[in-house]
């Protein structure tokens, strides 16, 4: 969802006063002068029947008492033969009117009538542009809104925010593409300063990108929304991009949710039954259980018309559990006469989460050293997340650097990745 930023619309609201105060320097030179038209001095100076009004109408507008201040006006507007000068100043007054009432429209009328001549000032001008575009935009014509930018930027305004409410209206017009380049433009700008861009930004780059079908773009945006901004909200939508990937092996799911559970957390029932039936399949009914238990604890599993069958999977996964218990130091030494290390590490990881957490850790490494014939790259994996769970992050960067640049199964150049990106931050 896209944050409306209320803009300053005060701009012709702030030269009312500097109006005013034109409107009665010039009625003081001109109050001994001929009214008519004919005899109008030539200089910048306004009539006093036509500058009593305008001052009135000033200091209604101060008063926030907009319909008398429009009567004022409108009285000055109905006078024959006004001058440019008192053109110019009406205009200006009648655009604070507008300003403050939030008629994007008659703003800019008054804005154009305003500019004409030469005394708007062009800081005035810049200035004036600015409120009728902030106008436009909060009025939710965002077409407008660019347009009045373009011009903003053309007069010379330097204020950073118009690049990126340029950027935001041509999002919310549904402009992705343009919105896209946009925002490139001006995260470029900011990167380039060596500067970070808003977590705004960079989120209306990534589903601007990811709506012209810009994958690849898109989810590298996320990447760089995550290690400036590593909230589990961001977080999680960028594993989803990882979990949505048509070519994420299969074998891999089991260690997307382990990544997953690291740096987002789970939030749905289903994610905490299919990883825990996944991690039954994997030959660990103890993390299996682990899992239903944190399911449970978050008050997402236990309710709704899977009571039953939840509850069914976590009473097998307890009898199991124990069971495993039990049988452990008989087939943990039958495993260490292996010749390959693998029984040895699922062992071991099957104590971590049966709370014998330093001799699991033990066993683990001793695997890994003996050698894992098939699916090595996994077990790595699986051994990257026990240490991130137990704080050991340099050990878990260590076995990620010997993973780095592998891209078999699929998905796993994208995991290796994001566990590095995560232990990384703070």
Same mark, same amino acid.
């Given at each position: 969802?896209?944050?409306?930023?209320?803009?300053?619309?005060?701009?012709?609201?702030?030269?009312?006063?500097?109006?005013?105060?034109?409107?009665?320097?010039?009625?003081?030179?001109?109050?001994?002068?001929?009214?008519?038209?004919?005899?109008?001095?030539?200089?910048?100076?306004?009539?006093?029947?036509?500058?009593?009004?305008?001052?009135?109408?000033?200091?209604?507008?101060?008063?926030?008492?907009?319909?008398?201040?429009?009567?004022?006006?409108?009285?000055?507007?109905?006078?024959?033969?006004?001058?440019?000068?008192? /053109?110019?100043?009406?205009?200006?007054?009648?655009?604070?009117?507008?300003?403050?009432?939030?008629?994007?429209?008659?703003?800019?009328?008054?804005?154009?009538?305003?500019?004409?001549?030469?005394?708007?000032?062009?800081?005035?001008?810049?200035?004036?542009?600015q409120a009728v575009v902030s106008?436009?935009?909060?009025?939710? @014509?965002?077409?407008?809104?660019?347009?009045?930018?373009?011009?903003?930027?053309?007069?010379?305004?330097?204020?950073?925010?118009?690049?990126? /409410?340029?950027?935001?209206?041509?999002?919310?017009?549904?402009?992705?593409?343009?919105?896209?380049?946009?925002?490139?433009l001006e995260i470029g700008k900011?990167?380039?300063?060596?500067?970070?861009?808003?977590?705004?930004?960079?989120?209306?780059?990534?589903?601007?990108?990811?709506?012209?079908?810009?994958?690849?773009?898109s989810t590298q945006t996320l990447?760089?929304?995550?290690?400036?901004?590593?909230?589990?909200?961001?977080?999680?939508?960028?594993?989803?991009?990882?979990?949505?990937?048509?070519?994420?092996?299969?074998?891999?799911?089991?260690?997307?949710?382990?990544?997953?559970?690291?740096?987002?957390?789970?939030?749905?029932?289903?994610?905490?039954?299919?990883?825990?039936?996944?991690?039954?399949?994997?030959?660990?009914?103890?993390?299996?259980?682990?899992?239903?238990?944190?399911?449970?604890?978050?008050?997402?599993?236990?309710?709704?018309?899977?009571?039953?069958?939840?509850?069914?999977?976590?009473?097998?996964?307890?009898?199991?559990?124990?069971?495993?218990?039990?049988?452990?130091?008989?087939?943990?030494?039958?495993?260490?006469?292996?010749?390959?290390?693998?029984?040895?590490? @699922?062992?071991?990881?099957?104590?971590?989460?049966?709370?014998?957490?330093?001799?699991?850790?033990?066993?683990?490494?001793?695997?890994?050293?003996?050698?894992?014939?098939?699916?090595?790259?996994?077990?790595?994996?699986?051994?990257?997340?026990?240490?991130?769970?137990?704080?050991?992050?340099?050990?878990?960067?260590?076995?990620?650097?010997?993973?780095?640049?592998?891209?078999?199964?699929?998905?796993?150049?994208?995991?290796?990745?994001?566990?590095?990106?995560?232990?990384?931050?703070?």
């Open positions: 969802m896209i944050r409306q930023h209320t803009l300053p619309r005060a701009a012709f609201v702030a030269s009312t006063l500097l109006a005013s105060t034109l409107a009665q320097q010039a009625v003081a030179q001109s109050a001994s002068a001929p009214t008519s038209a004919a005899s109008a001095p030539a200089g910048p100076t306004v009539r006093p029947e036509i500058g009593v009004l305008l001052i009135e109408a000033q200091r209604l507008l101060g008063d926030k008492q907009y319909k008398d201040a429009g009567a004022k006006l409108a009285t000055a507007e109905a006078m024959a033969d006004k001058t440019p000068y008192e /053109l110019h100043i009406l205009a200006r007054l009648r655009g604070a009117l507008a300003a403050s009432t939030g008629d994007a429209d008659l703003a800019a009328q008054q804005y154009e009538l305003a500019s004409q001549g030469t005394w708007l000032k062009e800081a005035d001008k810049v200035t004036s542009l106008l436009y935009y909060n009025a939710k @014509n965002y077409a407008k809104a660019i347009e009045w930018i373009d011009r903003y930027l053309q007069a010379g305004g330097t204020e950073p925010m118009m690049g990126n /409410l340029r950027a935001q209206s041509y999002y919310l017009k549904g402009d992705y593409a343009a919105a896209a380049k946009a925002l490139e900011i990167t380039a300063a060596g500067k970070v861009p808003t977590e705004v930004q960079l989120k209306l780059l990534a589903d601007a990108r990811r709506r012209v079908k810009d994958e690849a773009g990447e760089t929304l995550v290690r400036h901004y590593p909230s589990k909200s961001n977080w999680g939508t960028l594993i989803q991009r990882l979990w949505a990937k048509p070519s994420l092996a299969v074998r891999l799911q089991l260690d997307v949710f382990r990544l997953q559970q690291a740096v987002a957390g789970l939030s749905e029932a289903s994610e905490f039954t299919e990883m825990a039936e996944l991690a039954l399949q994997s030959g660990s009914a103890a993390e299996a259980l682990k899992v239903m238990e944190q399911g449970y604890a978050a008050g997402l599993l236990g309710t709704g018309d899977a009571v039953a069958t939840q509850q069914r999977l976590k009473d097998k996964l307890a009898k199991m559990t124990a069971e495993d218990r039990l049988t452990l130091e008989k087939d943990l030494a039958g495993a260490k006469k292996a010749a390959d290390g693998t029984a040895m590490f @699922n062992y071991g990881f099957n104590m971590v989460h049966l709370g014998l957490t330093e001799r699991g850790v033990a066993q683990m490494e001793q695997g890994l050293t003996k050698g894992i014939a098939r699916n090595g790259d996994l077990a790595k994996l699986r051994m990257v997340a026990v240490y991130a769970q137990l704080g050991q992050r340099d050990k878990a960067k260590q076995v990620l650097a010997g993973l780095s640049g592998k891209t078999d199964p699929m998905g796993l150049d994208d995991a290796v990745r994001y566990w590095t990106l995560y232990l990384t931050q703070p």
